[in-house]
C-alpha cells in the first residue's frame, strides 16, 4: 500500500516521533505507532481518498490528497484498529493536532521535520526540549507561509492554529478575526508567537495546498 521510498520516510517519522515522546513525558510506542501507520493511505488514488474521506471543504475537493490523513483512520478503523490517541493522529497530522494529544504534536513535528526531508532541523531540535514551542512554530510557520502566499488554509489547519497557547493569549484583542470554514477572504493577524527566521521555506517543503 505504501511505496518503499514513502516507507523510508514512514521509518524515519516513527523513530524520531518516539524518540520527540520520550523527551515530552509522551507515550513513546503510541507515537511510534502512529508514525508507522500515518500514510497508509498517502498513495492511493484521489477517487478511493474522497471515497474513504468525503470533503468538508473545497479545498478538499480540490485536492484530495488533504485528505489521507481521515482516509487512513478510516481504513484502520475498518480494519478493527481502535485506539483513540493513534487514530487521533494518524487523522491530524496532515493538517494539525487539535489540542489535548501530545502523540498527534509528536507524530505532526516529525512528519515536517524528519531528516530526509532536509529543512526544519531546528523545529525538530526545539522539539526534544520544548514540545509545545515545536508544535507552535510549525504551524505558525505553515500557517505564515500560505498566506503570505495568498494560499487558502486548510480549516483544520486554522483551528489548530488558534488552539496555540500565544495566538490564544494575543486573539483577546478585539481586532482579532475569527476562524471560517471558508477561508479566501481571511486575512491572518501578524504574529511573532513561534515565528521562525523569515527567510524559512515552507515547514513540510511540498505543495502547501496539499498536506
Known sequence: MVR??????????AELARHIALANG????????????????????????LRLAPPECSIDSAHPLALHGRAARTLLTRWGYHDP??????????????GGND????????????????VNADIRELALEDLTGALERAIV???????????????????????LPCIQQESETPTMPKPSSELSEL?????????????????????????
Do not use: N, W
Open 141 to 163: 510557520s505553515k500557517v505564515t507561509y500560505l498566506q503570505g502566499r495568498g494560499i487558502q488554509v486548510h480549516p483544520r489547519t486554522l483551528r489548530a492554529y488558534y488552539a
Open 187 to 211: 486575512t491572518m493577524p501578524e504574529s511573532s508567537c513561534g515565528q521562525p527566521d523569515a527567510t524559512r521555506r515552507d515547514p513540510a517543503r511540498r505543495d502547501p495546498a496539499r498536506p
Open 26 to 49: 509522551a507515550d513513546p510506542e503510541r507515537a511510534y505507532a502512529a508514525g508507522i501507520l500515518h500514510d497508509i493511505a498517502r498513495d492511493l488514488p484521489d477517487a478511493e481518498l
Open 4 to 13: 518503499p521510498r514513502r516507507f523510508e520516510h514512514v521509518l524515519r517519522v
Open 103 to 118: 502523540v498527534s504534536a509528536c507524530v505532526y513535528i516529525a512528519d515536517v521535520s524528519e531528516p530526509g526531508r532536509g
Open 85 to 98: 490517541v493513534v487514530l487521533e493522529a494518524v487523522e491530524d497530522h496532515t493538517t494539525g493536532p487539535r
